[in-house]
């Protein structure tokens, strides 16, 4: 209910959680106001169903203060945007069964 919950207030869409897909654990130093420090960030990916409205496109500004759009795509158009984590494009392109676990260290 919480994942709902979030993706509904970051897009004002309702969609149903099918299952996690991937964990991954990612190992990096802070910039800015953080410089310097280890951080061991873990974020869990689900796969989700729409439940209605398919078309979407939300524009936003990050902390840094740089300006980002979030929107749907077809999978097959994947490698015309960026995205991030960068392992995400290869990951949606195969098929999986179960959860994996991703670790990526960008310390050294």
């Given at each position: ?39 061991h ?37 994947l490698?015309?945007?960026k ?26």
């Amino acid at each position: 209910e919480a994942v709902k919950r979030e993706v509904f207030e970051e897009t004002g869409l309702n969609y149903e959680v099918d299952h996690l897909a991937v964990i991954h654990e990612h190992f990096f130093i802070g910039s800015s106001g953080l410089k310097g420090v280890d951080f061991h960030e873990i974020t869990l990916y689900y796969m989700m169903k729409p439940m209605g409205k398919r078309d979407f496109t939300s524009q936003s500004t990050t902390e840094s203060g740089a300006k980002e759009t979030m929107h749907w795509l077809p999978i097959d158009e994947l490698d015309k945007c960026k995205a991030y984590p960068t392992f995400m494009k290869e990951y949606l392109k195969s098929e999986h069964s179960g959860i994996e676990h991703i670790i990526s260290d960008e310390r050294y």
